[in-house]
């Protein structure tokens, strides 16, 4: 079992920067791929990025591509989405997932466990 908790969403200007962070518990946190996916009001939820175990392969949205980096240390078993150059539509709610020894990465199904999401709301 693992529990991902997720922070560093808010209130940021169009423009801006953000870093999400994703903490994992467990200690094979370096055997899981972890993606990080958004859901805006009334749409579906999407994928943003994600990175594989291993190797740590990173794979985007072309929607954001460019603009946001994710990255993982697996010694403090987290997971970060560096979003900048910040825009109104990536206002959404974002959650990192995790996949044990994952190569399915934008598939949100193929993901065992979910962090329960942190809003990230971008202001004209």
């Known amino acids: 079992q693992v529990q991902l908790v997720e922070s560093g969403g808010g209130l940021v200007q169009a423009g801006g920067s953000l870093r999400l962070s994703c903490a994992a518990s467990?200690?094979?946190?370096?055997?899981?791929?972890m993606g990080w996916f958004r859901q805006a009001p009334g749409k579906e939820r999407e994928f943003v990025a994600a990175i594989s175990w291993g190797v740590g392969n990173t794979y985007y949205a072309d929607s954001v591509k460019g603009r946001f980096t994710i990255s993982r240390d697996n010694a403090k078993n987290t997971v970060y989405l560096q979003m900048n150059s910040l825009n109104v539509e990536d206002t959404a709610v974002y959650y990192c997932?995790?996949?044990?020894?994952?190569?399915?990465?934008?598939?949100?199904?193929?993901?065992?466990?979910w962090g329960q999401g942190t809003q990230v709301t971008v202001s004209s």
């Open positions: 997932a995790a996949d044990r020894f994952g190569n399915k990465y934008y598939h949100q199904d193929e993901y065992d466990y």
């Open positions: 467990g200690r094979t946190f370096d055997t899981y791929s």
